[in-house]
């Protein structure tokens, strides 16, 4: 057990619809990172907030956003969803801005199913 | 592009074996490499890591290898035991300096150990 949690840990929808994907680091951790997991694409880093405030972004579609509130938990917003969403999401915490400075650890994912 | 690639894509050891992965990358920047291995259903689980200031860095039965000039890493797993059967990835980052620190992974290994 990582000390990460997300929920929900399964989500089926439907085309079009918006939904939100939560992430509680680990106790002390700054630093929450969003990755999506798919076959054709493997793990992609999304976005990256640092002590509420974000840092960094990756290959994050635009429908998509996420914001860290002040107990450090975080939530990612999925909208206007298509069939090629459907994937695993994880978010994984960190005690600094990682890297070198502090590993990574993700939490169990939340897998998100779009019919 | 794809700044870290990893081979093979899938692995089939005996046990007791060596399994060895290699992973390759272009960016000069990175200088953090872990590997996690990630069980079906579950997250990614970090394994070892490495910085470029070694050569190697060995924990139980998991070795990490790098060869800075060639831009080359890998992990070899010694006595391979059928429990370690899981989907290995390596992975890189930035740990120090700039203000993102995202991992970039590779594609992932499918390793089996036979009993």
């Known amino acids: 057990d990582s000390g990460v949690t997300q929920t929900p840990k399964h989500l089926i929808t439907a085309t079009g619809q918006r939904v939100t994907l939560r992430c509680s680091p680990r106790s002390g951790d700054l630093s929450v990172y969003w990755y999506q997991q798919s076959l054709d694409q493997g793990l992609q880093f999304l976005i990256h907030?640092?002590?509420?405030?974000?840092?960094a972004k990756g290959n994050i579609l635009e429908r998509f956003s996420a914001q860290q509130f002040p107990d450090l938990h975080s939530e990612l917003n999925l909208s206007s969803l298509e069939l090629g969403d459907s994937a695993l999401y994880f978010c994984?915490?960190?005690?600094?801005?990682?890297?070198?400075?502090?590993?990574?650890?993700f939490g169990p994912g939340t897998r998100l199913t779009v019919l | 592009q794809q700044q870290v690639k990893q081979s093979p894509q899938s692995l089939i050891v005996q046990k007791g074996g060596i399994s060895i992965i290699n992973c390759a990358y272009e960016n000069t920047a990175f200088d953090y490499f872990p590997w996690y291995q990630q069980f079906p259903g579950k997250g990614p689980a970090l394994l070892i890591a490495i910085r470029p200031d070694v050569s190697e860095k060995k924990e139980g039965r998991f070795t990490i290898s790098f060869n800075k000039s060639a831009k080359q890493f890998s992990l070899h797993i010694m006595d391979s035991q059928p429990g370690d059967s899981a989907t290995y990835f390596c992975a890189a980052s930035r740990g120090s300096g700039g203000s993102n620190y995202k991992l970039t992974f590779g594609k992932g290994t499918l390793l089996t150990v036979n009993p």
């Open positions: 907030y640092y002590n509420g405030e974000e840092r």
């Open positions: 994984a915490s960190s005690v600094l801005w990682s890297g070198a400075g502090g590993e990574q650890f």
